[in-house]
């Protein structure tokens, strides 16, 4: 018989009786907070001006009652379980926290896609957690950008800080994806008097910074509290990533399906950690790293500009609208980037080219890869 495999759902109803008070914050639970940030909690949670909090309980159980395992307000890239929102609804470790400073931003003109809480788990400690990306093209836009300049969804979560932290409270910071880079960023780049407020900092699976950030004096304030989680397949979380140490996990899915955070083992109260990435993450990481390094910024730019503008144009405002015409309509659109623009088509065939330098063709041959440098 095949040994099941607990995830951060088997965690809650395994530990969900006792209370922060009896049982210490850990990694499992960081984790937890980062993926409660996918949920849109507009009008239930009070926003940055309102100086209120409000139980996650209440909360939990206005989602459940509004719309049974369908609801909409889940802005997870991959599909969460409602068994998640359930479960933290009747578990004491998760319902007696108190939620508080919502926001939430999607502005397609500005390429801006960012929304916080925090999250009051023990008196004068609160976990502030930044959501990763959603489905919007306008989010995954952002996240492309993030290769080559600072990005509105970066500055907005420095401001955040600025405004909702305070000296009579000691914060963890984090979040999955996109809210793991931004959870170091505004924590590195926030005002300095206030660092010394934060206890830890999560990056689960999120994408890293720039050696000029990571070798700043800003840096040097918090570095030593930055704790960087990724799968063992991991690619997201090891873009850009600058030689931090990593905490592995083993993850129950595949490839790019490791970045699903209920795809990461649990053990009791911690993660199955291995000792190091496995080969294929090396190898492609290796590819994207020498890829990046040899693109012009003008290039990356146009290149990325041109894709999106290309997803948009298909009339879709959500990957998933993206994703329903399968890789044949992906295809049409990197068919359409080529066939009118030199300078996205150079990207490409850079591309290819390290790809081939790097490894054997036949691995790196998915089924795209391998349409792309036909028609180059």
């Known amino acids: 018989m095949k040994q099941k495999l607990n995830n951060i759902i088997d965690y809650i109803k395994w530990r969900g009786d006792l209370e922060f008070s009896f049982f210490p914050f850990n990694d499992v639970d960081n984790l937890i907070f980062s993926i409660i940030a996918y949920i849109d909690f507009a009008d239930l949670i009070p926003t940055v001006e309102s100086n209120q909090k409000v139980s996650a309980k209440e909360v939990f159980e206005k989602i459940i009652k509004e719309n049974h395992k369908q609801t909409n307000r889940i802005k997870y890239l991959l599909p ?14 998760f319902n007696q926290t108190q939620f508080f ?42 996240d492309f950008y993030m290769s080559f300049e600072t990005v509105k969804a ?24 996109k809210g793991g ?13 206030l660092k010394s407020q934060i206890l830890q900092i999560y990056n689960n699976d999120g994408p890293g910074l720039s050696k000029e950030i990571i070798t700043s004096s800003q840096y040097n304030l918090v570095g030593e509290k930055i704790s960087m989680i990724v799968p063992e397949h991991g690619i997201i979380g090891l873009l850009f990533n600058y030689d931090a140490p990593l905490k592995i996990v083993k993850s129950s899915q595949i490839g790019l ?31 994207l790293d020498t890829w990046l390094e040899n693109v012009e910024t003008e290039e990356k730019k146009i290149f990325i500009d041109h ?49 081939n330098q790097q490894t054997s063709i036949e691995k790196i041959n998915s089924l795209l890869v391998d349409k792309i440098r036909k028609k180059l």
Do not use: M
Request: aromatic content about 10%.
């Open 181 to 193: 880079n931004l959870s170091v960023f505004s924590s590195i780049f926030c005002e300095d008097r």
């Open 154 to 177: 970066q500055l907005e979560s420095v401001q955040y800080l600025n405004k909702t932290i305070n000296k009579k409270t000691h914060y963890r910071i984090g979040g999955h994806s």
């Open 307 to 355: 894709l999106f503008d290309s997803l948009e144009a298909s009339g879709a405002t959500e990957l998933t609208g993206i994703a329903d015409k399968g890789i044949i309509g992906l295809q049409s659109i990197f068919n359409s980037i080529i066939q009118t623009d030199k300078v996205s088509k150079k990207v490409l065939k850079d591309f290819v080219r390290i790809a």
């Open 257 to 287: 399906l490791q970045h699903d955070a209920f795809s990461w083992i649990v053990e009791k109260d911690r993660f199955y950690q291995l000792a190091q990435l496995s080969p294929e993450s090396q190898q492609i990481n290796q590819i």
């Open 80 to 93: 969460l379980p409602f068994e998640f929102i359930e479960e933290l609804a009747k578990s004491q470790r």
């Open 101 to 142: 400073n919502y926001t939430d931003i999607v502005d397609s003109e500005k390429n801006l896609q960012f929304s916080a809480l925090h999250i009051q788990y023990q008196p004068n400690q609160v976990y502030i957690a930044f959501r990763g990306t959603d489905r919007t093209i306008t989010g995954w836009r952002e």
